[in-house]
């Protein structure tokens, strides 16, 4: 896949800005939203199959992510169970999109195996009523992935391309060194948004070895290479069920 490194910064900040702000606990199931305005009266069939989506269900439950990070624990950043939970449409987070989000719990290896990682991961797609609107909401997110970058260290910002038509990885180190990325995508008229943060890899930065199952240039380049891309013929292959 080609890949064009649009800019890379550093910052520093004295405070660091969790993507989170509140716990998904208390917001990320929330469907409550009046969805009335946002998909009664339009007249986009795709629009309109779109927001009608369990994102959860969309997304296999976020299972590839589980599996490649280690995720031993949904809806709580220091036990393992539990599953993902679903936002609709309208939801008071991020209304315009619907979502499969929670905090999360990685398992940790070696002397740290006892340990878990805890963070927060936040997986939206966002539909629109044209690739005018969804050009829009990238460029609108990628704006605000890049303001949150620059409360951290060690900001980045990297552009993507095939399958999408636009694509941006945004990374960098938050409070108590922990990693946070977002991931942005748009294809036609719809968007794919990833906001992830978790705890720093202790055995990095003590020994050098991981004690996660990955690293964070690792896992950014697996969102980009091999999720993506999958979620990208996931949902177009449900959107042409209605074309």
């Given at each position: 896949m080609k890949r064009t490194i649009l800019k890379t910064f550093a910052a520093t900040g004295a405070a660091a800005l969790l993507l989170s702000g509140c716990s998904l606990l208390d917001r990320g199931s929330d469907t409550?939203?009046?969805?009335?305005?946002?998909?009664?009266?339009?007249?986009?069939?795709?629009?309109?199959?779109?927001?009608?989506?369990?994102?959860?269900?969309?997304?296999?439950?976020l299972q590839p992510i589980t599996d490649y990070m280690g995720i031993e624990g949904y809806g709580s950043s220091t036990s393992a169970g539990g599953e993902p939970s679903a936002a609709e449409i309208g939801n008071t987070w991020d209304p315009e999109s619907i979502g499969c989000n929670d905090l999360i719990s990685i398992a940790a290896a070696g002397e740290y195996a006892s340990t878990m990682g805890g963070g927060e991961i936040k997986v939206k797609i966002v539909p629109t009523e044209s690739e005018e609107q969804a050009t829009a909401a990238y460029e609108?997110?990628?704006?605000?992935?890049?303001?949150?970058?620059?409360?951290?260290?060690?900001?980045?910002?990297?552009?993507?391309?095939?399958?999408?038509?636009?694509?941006?990885?945004?990374?960098?180190?938050?409070?108590?060194?922990?990693?946070?990325?977002?991931?942005?995508?748009?294809?036609?008229?719809?968007?794919?948004?990833?906001?992830?943060?978790?705890?720093?890899?202790?055995?990095?930065r003590n020994e050098g070895t991981p004690a996660y199952q990955f690293t964070s240039d690792e896992l950014n380049q697996w969102f980009v290479d091999t999720y993506l891309p999958e979620v990208n013929q996931t949902v177009n292959d449900r959107i042409a069920e209605v074309q």
């Open positions: 409550s939203g009046d969805t009335s305005g946002d998909n009664g009266g339009s007249d986009n069939a795709v629009y309109n199959e779109m927001t009608s989506w369990d994102a959860c269900e969309t997304l296999s439950n609108d997110r990628v704006g605000a992935a890049e303001s949150a970058s620059a409360s951290g260290t060690d900001a980045q910002t990297e552009e993507f391309g095939d399958p999408w038509d636009q694509g941006t990885v945004v990374s960098w180190i938050g409070g108590a060194e922990s990693p946070n990325v977002e991931v942005i995508a748009r294809d036609g008229q719809w968007v794919f948004h990833i906001q992830l943060n978790y705890g720093a890899d202790f055995g990095l």
